[in-house]
């Protein structure tokens, strides 16, 4: 994987003149731990984990990065994705280098209570080698983590950092009651959304596919219902879109229709699977159906490589939209391109979750949740406002106007606005990149992620 992603670093790099040792340390990644621990598991046997944590580039401390639970990953992988979190922070403007952790475990097969014991040892690990951090390395969920992991994090953490008052932001992705900030659990699904739609409004490139511009009435699939798929699919759908395909672990369903995600939420939760959905028009064992069915847009949301050579000939969608971390692999993704499909890359596309991060690790370092000392003066200002139009134009206006009109934006509303502003300046500058070097939106993403890494070492220089 970390193949992959370098040669989208190398297709872009191809455009930039900068000396060629710059564009290899910026590629390397510059630190791997790999860590081995025992669990005692719920019956007394001893099993030994594997873990690591990969820092891709300190050129920005702290660096950040999730912590995913997966039984296949190994140290290519969470490079890959270490130097993905580099390149995606330096895009959205979130001062951070690149970082990404992992144990390798099928999360399914341990307890609720082994979890937590590995969890917690996991941050010991980190801790014991000065490798988590409020300033140093903050972690953050991915895929097979959540909340719940992130409160054992900060748990643990404190713990063995008594006294250190800056202790919360040694992670996000907390619990709200944690430490966490409100709206960072939707973040990275409200930023694929966010992408979605500015992709969608711009007209031009809609013109040059033959595509209507706009969400609404769109044919949407998407593969993985988790955090990330689960809360695009939920924006999209609120935004207009009609999904009429999902897929999950055990399978596909189909509905030209539109399927109803809180139904089959709901239908999941009851019976353990998506299939069986009533009023769909099809389903399939098989997982990778969905991917291939012909529809607007297709936004993977699961996990890596899941449009290979293998079925990149059978893709249909106009549209990808990359939820996951390198869905597509380098030569489906050129196979992709050649045939005019949009692809609108993940390091642009899931980077609201570690912007909404960074307003938590803001919050924690600030010790205040956003808007608690404006949030009141900002209504009364409001109000002075409304009366003073009242009694100029002898005017009244109802009491639910006057509630609409002078509510203030508390913290999930600033968290929200952030992330928008942040999604939509970020695809102005790709776009303005895209058309002046006519390339793809991904190489238009790694020259613009580049040059602001390389910005960093040429004007602060290269120690010692
Ligand atoms: P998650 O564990 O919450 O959800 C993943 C979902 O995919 C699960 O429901 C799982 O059952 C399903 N799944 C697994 N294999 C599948 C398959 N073959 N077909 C269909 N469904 C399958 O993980 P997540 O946090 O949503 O992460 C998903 C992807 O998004 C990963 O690539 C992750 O690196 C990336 N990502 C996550 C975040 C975040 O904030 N959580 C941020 C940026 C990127």
């Keep these: 994987m970390f193949a992959q992603v370098n040669k989208y670093f190398d297709k872009a790099a191809a455009h930039l003149d900068y000396p060629p040792g710059l564009l290899s340390q910026i590629k390397a990644c510059n630190s791997v731990y790999r860590m081995q621990f025992p669990l005692k598991r719920d019956d007394g046997t001893i099993e030994v984990i594997n873990g690591w944590r990969a820092q891709h580039s300190v050129h920005r401390l702290p660096t950040k990065g999730g912590i995913r639970f997966a039984p296949q990953v190994d140290e290519d992988e969470v490079s890959a994705l270490a130097a993905l979190m580099t390149y995606k922070c330096a895009l959205v403007d979130v001062p951070f280098g690149g970082a990404k ?58 713990t063995l950092a008594r006294g250190e008052i800056d202790a919360l932001g040694c992670v996000t992705g907390k619990p709200v009651t944690q430490g966490g900030v409100r709206g960072r659990a939707e973040s990275t699904g409200r930023g694929v959304y966010f992408a979605l739609r500015e992709a969608l409004n711009d007209k031009e490139d809609m013109k040059a596919r033959k595509i209507r511009p706009g969400l609404d009435g769109k044919s949407v699939v998407v593969q993985g219902l988790g955090n990330v798929g689960y809360h695009a699919a939920k924006f999209i759908q609120e935004g207009g879109g009609v999904l009429v395909a999902l897929s999950e672990r055990e399978g596909s369903i189909f509905s030209e229709k539109g399927l109803d995600l809180e139904k089959v939420m709901e239908h999941r939760k009851a019976t353990g699977s998506i299939l069986g959905f009533p009023g769909i028009s099809r389903s399939s064992p098989n997982n990778g159906d969905a991917l291939e069915m012909d529809c607007d847009v297709l936004v993977p949301a699961a996990l890596e490589n899941v449009i290979t050579e293998e079925n990149v000939d059978r ?141 960093a070492y040429q004007q602060r220089g290269i120690f010692p």
């Design 315 to 455: 893709i249909k969608a106009r549209i990808i939209v990359e939820g996951a971390n390198g869905p597509i692999t380098a030569d489906a993704s050129e196979k992709l391109l050649g045939r005019g499909v949009l692809i609108v890359p993940d390091i642009y596309t899931n980077a609201g979750g570690v912007t909404v991060s960074y307003f938590e690790w803001v919050k924690n370092l600030s010790h205040m949740r956003f808007g608690r000392m404006e949030k009141r003066f900002q209504e009364r200002s409001n109000e002075r406002i409304l009366a003073g139009v009242e009694h100029l134009t002898g005017l009244h206006f109802t009491p639910e106007e006057h509630e609409r009109v002078s509510a203030a934006a508390g913290e999930e509303e600033l968290v929200n606005s952030g992330l928008e502003e942040t999604m939509i300046s970020a695809y102005r500058e790709l776009r303005a990149i895209q058309k002046e070097r006519s390339v793809d939106l991904r190489t238009a993403a790694f020259i613009n992620a580049i040059g602001k890494v390389a910005m």
């Design 101 to 158: 952790g992992a144990v390798r475990v099928d999360r399914s097969k341990y307890s609720d209570g082994e979890l937590e014991r590995i969890t917690r040892r996991y941050t010991y690990e980190l801790f014991a080698k000065n490798l988590i951090g409020p300033g140093m390395d903050v972690p953050a969920p991915d895929y097979g983590t959540g909340p719940r992991e992130m409160a054992w994090i900060v748990d643990t953490y404190a």
